[in-house]
């Protein structure tokens, strides 16, 4: 039996069934997760839900609940969701359930969809990578049971670390794995310390004013922005910066929609060449007065 950990937080969005939602605690305490969230549930944690987490009621006592999912995973520093629905675009992270392990320690969020229809691509737009459950020729597995499938990668590897005596971080990546610096998925840190990735509050904040500006100076426009802001986050999401990263960033982008909105001569950058188009004309008009 694993002993009391910090793990990974669960996130339940729009769960119909409150089966489901007990079955999904049991699976978590298997495996020593306790950090449930339910995101705008269609159920009430009543008697079944009680019934099917058995000897796990502490995780529906302690479950968080909120209607934001960004209420959820503001303080989270890595967030993937899952989902067997595969996406078009090619720069987005997909793992299995081992290779999503070897990246989720107490800063992470996994995410799971409701049961009728899964979480949408807005929600899994938030999320740094797919967790994929590989099926043969069904796929299409409880919402419990893919809780459990993903708890229990988890628990195996808190198990194989201890076993082999490692600190955990770098050693043993999974597939789809990267390496991290410290502070990312991969290595340590806290968010808030230096070299910690940013929460993904900060990261939403900076991909909210990110999109405003680039439809501000015309780089895209509202209908080519959702697919244009899908590259932007995939190439962020893969850096995991820090909040000093995006504090630059911010910084930049603050200067660019102020230099888009002044006249040419009042942006620093536009001065010595505005000067010197302004020298060859005065100097052409000297020599001209010149001539007989």
Request: hydrophobic share 40%; net charge negative; charged share 25%.
């Amino acid at each position: 039996m694993l002993a009391r950990v910090n793990g990974p937080r669960i996130v339940l969005v729009r769960t119909k069934e409150s089966a489901n939602v007990g079955s999904a605690a049991r699976a978590m305490l298997n495996f020593g997760l306790r950090d449930l969230w339910l995101v705008a549930p269609r159920c009430r944690l009543d008697h079944r839900a009680y019934a099917l987490a058995s000897h796990a009621a502490e995780v529906l006592d302690g479950a968080t609940v909120v209607e934001r999912l960004e209420d959820a995973i503001a303080d989270r520093t890595l967030v993937l969701g899952t989902s067997a629905r595969p996406r078009a675009a090619d720069n987005y992270r997909v793992l299995d359930p081992r290779g999503a392990a070897a990246l989720l320690d107490e800063r992470a969020a996994v995410l799971f969809g409701p049961e009728d229809h899964g979480l949408s691509n807005e929600e899994l737009t938030r999320c740094q990578g797919q967790v994929v459950v590989p099926t043969l020729e069904f796929a299409s597995l409880n919402l419990a049971q893919a809780v459990l499938v993903v708890a229990y990668e988890w628990g195996a590897r808190q198990r194989a670390v201890g076993a082999e005596g490692e600190p955990g971080g770098e050693a043993g990546h999974g597939p789809g794995e990267a390496p991290g610096r410290a502070g990312t998925p991969g290595g340590a840190g806290t968010p808030g310390r230096a070299g910690a990735p940013a929460a993904r509050e900060q990261l939403e904040g900076f991909y909210a004013q990110l999109a405003e500006t680039l439809l501000h100076i015309g780089y895209t426009d509202a209908p080519r922005l959702p697919g244009v802001m899908r590259l932007f986050r995939g190439l962020l999401d893969r850096a995991h910066p820090t909040a000093h990263d995006l504090a630059a960033l911010r910084g930049l982008m603050r200067q660019t929609r102020w230099a888009a909105d002044q006249p040419p001569e009042r942006v620093p950058g536009n001065r010595p060449a505005l000067d010197g188009r302004a020298g060859v004309g005065r100097e052409g008009e000297a020599g001209a007065s010149e001539e007989p």
